[in-house]
């Protein structure tokens, strides 16, 4: 039976390879196993579907849509001109603008795909007006927006607590520190190149009395755009809402701030929104039901017992299974988007990792750091892919940015996440969670 999984497996790999949309890369591989591993796919869909129904899942199409009108209502250009009247004079501060921005945006909208939707049209043409290669800001831009997978509250580790059933706030706060910690780092990384870019060019300083009006201005207009964050985190946090009932309050709070203070919300583009939102929703709850159907087979099948057996094989020491599985994390993030990695994976590694005498919490902190990194890093990098269009810019030109990005500011915090699991456990052991 082994065979037949891994011929399965090889057969996805080659769908997926082909360029197949997911959903119908995984409907393939279902169908193999139910001709040749003798599964019976009418109880496997009986069974996916009393799981998808879960009030949990309402979360992951809620934060599609309150990011999408996010970057069509204008909340996301007011936190730019706010962020850009503390730093956008500094050299290199419009690229610390870029990074902030997009952890703020994904603390909101939960999504890797909103950051550069809402942030990239407006930031990368100010940092190419500032001296900026378009190369190096569309890099910039997208390579930050995939803290929206990391800052909580994270759709990715929804999905997490969901198929292995952990806590679903613990999971959030597990990848809070390594957010953090790579938002400190791109930001360092990018005051580094621009001092030493000559042609970079900034505004002169501003008087302190023009700088301080300024801020209150922009401080003022940007409120409504704030209280979006204090509303939405503190009521998770606070134990207020669930995951589901934030993503709600996400949506229905960015529709009369678009329509009524910030009035860039009309109802052409509002109609937009919510066909793009239902669209992206019908693919990705198609997308979860094929994969959950995959991942219980091979549950079924016995699949985590033979891991857990191979990998003991191969040795017995954590630090290296702890290496081999970032390793084959990081290529699953590479050929498979977030979503559709975590459904799969989790449910047959976790076993694994709980025999290592790992925490799960630490486990969702390890797969949300290395799943978000296969975002930008090809051949899949469909959040890659999406920021070029945005950023107008070929691959060629965004390559060596963006790989400088992860080898010198993600990968650290990927190799710390692993091998330092306080950084992952801190703040929810400190928020009673653990």
Known sequence: MLTIVLLDVLLLVFLLMMSIPLPYCFGGALLFMSIFGGVSMKSMMLWSFSQIVSPILLASPLFVLA??????????????????????????GIGVVAVTVSAFIGAISGSGFTGIAATG???????????????????LVTVSSILGLLIPPSVIMILYGWVTETSILACFMSTLVPGLLIVAAFSILNLF?????????VPPP????????????????ALPALAMPVVILGGIYGGVFTPAEAASVAAVMAIPIGFFVYKELKGDNFYRVAKESATSVGAIMTMIIFTLMLSQTYVMLQVPQAII????????????????????????????????GMILVAPLLLPLVTKLGMSPVHFAAIMGVNLAMGGVTPPYASILYLGMRIGKCEFSEILKPTMT???????????????????????PRIMGLL
């Open 206 to 221: 501003m008087p302190a009395a023009e700088k301080t009006k300024l801020a209150i201005n922009k401080f003022t207009v």
């Open 121 to 139: 049209p407006i930031l990368i043409p100010r940092m190419v007006a500032q001296g900026y290669s378009r190369g190096y800001a569309t890099a």
């Open 193 to 201: 190149w621009a001092r030493k870019n000559p042609d970079i060019i």
């Open 309 to 340: 057996e191979m990998f003991f094989n191969i040795t017995q020491n954590k630090m290296i299974m702890l290496i081999i599985i970032n390793v084959f994390l990081f290529f699953v993030g590479m050929i498979v988007n977030d979503t559709t």
């Open 405 to 427: 990005f992860l080898i010198f500011g993600y990968a650290p915090v990927v190799v710390l996440t692993t091998f330092m699991p306080e950084l992952s456990l801190f703040v």
């Open 67 to 92: 990011g999408l009108l996010m970057g069509e209502s204008g909340i996301a250009k007011r936190l730019l001109d706010l962020a850009d009247v503390f730093v956008g004079r500094v050299k290199g």
